[in-house]
T-cell receptor, first 111, second 113 residues
Framework: QKEVEQNSGPLSVPEGAIASLNCTYS??????FFWYRQYSGKSPELIMS????GDKEDGRFTAQLNKASQYVSLLIRDSQPSDSATYLC???????????FGQGTELSVKP | EAQVTQNPRYLITVTGKKLTVTCSQN?????MSWYRQDPGLGLRQIYY???????DKGDVPEGYKVSRKEKRNFPLILESPSPNQTSLYFC????????????FGPGTRLTVT
């Protein structure tokens, strides 16, 4: 079992809809979680970080963390074609500097 | 402009010819890391450094070396590259406060023939 797992997709949503991206993790010691967006041929770009149970909102993005169930999600409201990218979930154990990435979910927003 | 830079951006080389990929950051970050990204395997951590002169192995360190003699620089060294090291490489850095939010360089596409 991979330490951080995501559905590879592709996930296709119409413009204006809510895109829901999910991630599960196996290491209960993981304390910090990150969502990165990666456009084709570009480097990952940090869009959200979350450390506590519950929701964290930033503009059209909401990250959700449930440590009991060991999942992290990212909601993108009012999805735009420019949101089409691969979204990477990553988790970090508070014991050291390792950051473990999931395989990424490809999101396609159709006009 | 705050950034992580990598050089070269593209490199084609032959098996066994030593090479170095440089990484530099201008944000005074303590933490730096190298990743490789391969189709179907995602981003995998090669090495990381919590500060000057402190380095640790990530998940895939075999065939790579790193050094951290200065805070801003973290070069990745391939002593004897092999075709299975053909990949897209990213350097990243972060400030070491609580959660290590990492910022990535533009990537180096390496092909070993």
């Amino acid at each position: 079992q991979k330490e951080v797992e995501q559905n590879s997709g592709p996930l296709s949503v119409p413009e204006g809809a809510i895109a829901s991206l999910n991630c599960t993790y196996s290491d209960r010691g993981s304390q910090s979680f990150f969502w990165y967006r990666q456009y084709s041929g570009k480097s990952p770009e940090l869009i959200m970080s979350i450390y506590s149970n519950g929701d964290k909102e930033d503009g059209r993005f909401t990250a959700q963390l449930n440590k009991a169930s060991q999942y992290v999600s990212l909601l993108i409201r009012d999805s735009q074609p420019s949101d089409s990218a691969t979204y990477l979930c990553a988790g970090r154990n508070n014991q050291g500097g390792k950051l473990i990435f999931g395989q990424g979910t490809e999101l396609s927003v159709k006009p | 402009e705050a950034q992580v830079t990598q050089n070269p951006r593209y490199l084609i080389t032959v098996t066994g010819k030593k090479l170095t990929v440089t990484c530099s950051q201008n944000m005074n970050h303590e933490y730096m890391s190298w990743y490789r990204q391969d189709p179907g395997l995602g981003l995998r951590q090669i090495y990381y450094s919590m500060n000057v002169e402190v380095t640790d192995k990530g998940d895939v360190p075999e065939g790579y070396k790193v050094s951290r003699k200065e805070k801003r620089n973290f070069p990745l060294i391939l002593e004897s590259p092999s075709p299975n090291q053909t990949s897209l490489y990213f350097c990243a850095s972060s400030i070491v406060i609580d959660h290590y939010e990492q910022y990535f360089g533009p990537g180096t596409r390496l092909t070993v023939t």
